[in-house]
């Protein structure tokens, strides 16, 4: 997937950054895609710097292209308190402009500095239309006072029921285990995770 500019959702590509999301049937699955794959060696050879981090599905809600491919795991850490989110929806094209006009609103708190918060980038399918964001947080607790706290995210949540922004929409959330390579010449989960090889 591409990715946009600065914070969260942003209209605007960011040529440098691409995401690459994938579900696997094990993590030996997993590891020999990134050690083996010539398809993943050759993302490399084009890349200044990767990072990859391995998640289980907390919980998940909603579609994504029609289906749902995340699957809650039985092996969740609960002495692991980081928490990974995507929000993931097709933009109705009736509602764009309305949709778009607010986003800078809705974002604010996140430019603001938001409590908790070690990453987060807007990623997507397609421009405008098929958007996504993905954050890192340190703790549920941080997660939930941004989007149930912070009067410009209830705003928006009250607004995308209000208005039916969304033709689909899903909302995953993941623990991070294991997080390998770096961002930003940082290892940003590093200090958080225990097993992180």
Not at 93 to 121: A, H, M, N
Not at 125 to 138: I, Y
Request: charged content about 25%; aromatic content about 14%.
């Amino acid at each position: 997937m591409g990715s946009g500019k600065d914070l969260g959702f942003n209209p605007f590509p960011d040529w440098g950054v691409y995401a690459l999301l994938c579900v696997w049937d094990n993590e030996e699955s997993a590891k020999h895609f990134f050690q083996e794959s010539e398809i993943f060696k050759r993302y490399q050879d084009h890349c200044t710097e990767d990072w990859t981090i391995f998640m289980k599905v907390r919980q998940a809600k909603g579609l994504w292209a029609g289906g749902n491919p995340f699957t809650p795991s039985t092996d969740i850490d609960e002495s692991n308190q980081l928490i990974a989110v995507i929000t993931r929806a097709t933009i109705r094209k009736s509602k764009l402009i309305k949709f778009w006009r607010y986003v800078p609103v809705s974002e604010q708190p996140i430019k603001d500095g938001c409590p908790g918060l070690i990453y987060t980038k807007g990623i997507g399918e397609a421009p405008l239309v098929q958007m996504a964001t993905f954050s890192v947080w340190k703790s549920k607790e941080d997660l939930k006072n941004f989007a149930y706290k912070s009067p410009e995210h209830q705003v928006a949540i009250k607004k995308t029921r209000e208005l039916d922004w969304y033709k689909e929409e899903m909302f995953i959330r993941f623990q991070p285990y294991k997080s390998i390579g770096k961002w930003g010449g940082v290892d940003l989960l590093g200090s958080y995770l225990t097993s992180n090889k």
